[in-house]
């Protein structure tokens, strides 16, 4: 696996995917880095969290993460977990996605990778060579399904929003957000849409669900989460929870063990 690590890593055009799958017992940091080679990166089980400066995404299982070649990031497991990354050649990135973003995984994308991780030497063959155009087939089909935080830009907006993301459950409303920040709640609505694409009600409540998903992921209760986190009743988290992710807290990390 190391060689692999290695081969990835390199700043080099062949082979054109090199592709990893592994699982762990315990959580992984791997720090803020950057590549030559796009990194698409996903879980079969558990809970990702990868980030820029720009932003951070939560990836749910059966969900995929893209970096562009190059691209400074950071990105942690919550406990056990099931994964897979493919490390695309740089030349072969023109035609991906140019920005980060999170993309749900197709049933044919997920396998490819995982057949691709047990190809050993740093050459493919004509069968594999095959399969990588498969893979790179699937990514630019795949529909862009986010489901990150990006930051605003305004320092008082910077403000509120790590103040948020230190403690989502602060029940606080916009007005005294505004009021805290210095500046007026019809400026710090409008300029949050248009420094983040999401309305300032929209960005808290993907905030919670982040941090709700990296607690029930360490082993949080349903209602202890939904509870510290500020929402009214547990069925009404639970009902988010699926809106969101189309799946039950219950099931979702039900499977995700499983």
Excluded: N
Aim: net charge positive; hydrophobic share 40%.
């Amino acid at each position: 696996m190391d060689g692999k690590i290695a081969l990835a890593l390199r700043d080099q055009d062949d082979p054109l995917i090199v592709a990893l799958h592994g699982t762990d017992r315990g959580r992984r940091d791997l720090g803020f880095h950057h590549h030559p080679r796009g990194q698409l990166t996903a879980l079969r089980h558990g809970l990702l969290t990868f980030g820029t400066k720009q932003g951070a995404w939560v990836v749910p299982a059966d969900h995929a993460v893209w970096m562009p070649p190059h691209h400074p990031h950071f990105g942690y497991s919550h406990g056990a977990f099931d994964g897979w990354s493919c490390y695309v050649a740089e030349r072969r990135c023109a035609d991906l996605p140019g920005r980060p973003c999170t993309i749900r995984v197709s049933g044919l994308l997920r396998e490819a990778v995982i057949r691709a991780a047990d190809w050993k030497g740093e050459t493919l063959d004509e069968r594999q060579h095959r399969l990588a155009l498969v893979i790179l087939d699937e990514l630019r089909a795949a529909a862009d399904e986010p489901f990150g935080l990006p930051m605003p830009r305004d320092a008082r907006l910077v403000r509120i929003a790590r103040a948020l993301l230190e403690d989502p459950g602060d029940r606080r409303g916009m007005d005294e957000w505004a009021s805290w920040a210095g500046i007026t709640e019809r400026t710090l609505s409008r300029r949050f849409v248009a420094e983040t694409g999401h309305s300032y009600t929209s960005w808290r409540q993907r905030a919670r669900m982040m941090r709700a998903l990296e607690l029930l992921a360490g082993g949080a209760s349903v209602t202890s989460v939904a509870l510290d986190l500020g929402y009214d009743s547990v069925s009404a988290f639970i009902a988010l929870f699926k809106r969101l992710l189309g799946t039950t807290p219950a099931a979702y990390f039900t499977h995700a063990s499983g």
